[in-house]
């Protein structure tokens, strides 16, 4: 199992920024996929950035395309989501998540779902005012 943990999250006005970190421990050999989900009160949850650990591929939701990036940091075990030009529709709870079997994020043009994640963090909240 590989434990996720966020931080970074906190309260902006819109067009602000804000980045966000997850730190992976546990059993991450096994990991290539990693992402961020996004779940507002009442809402699904959906994934906004994924990155592939193994070839650095990164792909992005529409909605966040050209604001958001995500990123790897000098190992493995440490994933970033900087996040620009930020909007009021930003405002979730933001959670990191791993495929620990070594799955690719992207499969033949279609990236993982939210049930191909194996492990999760608790999340970390984004609000952004207008």
């Known amino acids: 199992r590989v434990n996720l943990v966020e931080s970074g999250g906190g309260s902006v006005q819109a067009g602000g920024s804000l980045t966000l970190s997850c730190a992976a421990s546990?059993?991450?050999?096994?990991?290539?996929?990693m992402a961020w989900f996004r779940q507002a009160p009442g809402k699904e949850r959906e994934g906004v950035a994924f990155f592939d650990t193994r070839d650095k591929s990164a792909y992005y939701a529409d909605s966040v395309k050209g604001r958001f990036t995500i990123s790897q940091g000098n190992t493995k075990t440490t994933l970033y989501l900087q996040m620009n030009s930020l909007k009021p529709e930003d405002t979730a709870m933001y959670s990191c998540a791993a495929e620990n079997t070594g799955a690719i994020c992207n499969r033949g043009s279609r990236l993982l779902l939210e049930p191909d994640f194996d492990d999760w963090g608790p999340g970390t909240q984004v609000t952004v005012s207008s």
């Open positions: 546990g059993r991450t050999a096994g990991v290539d996929c």
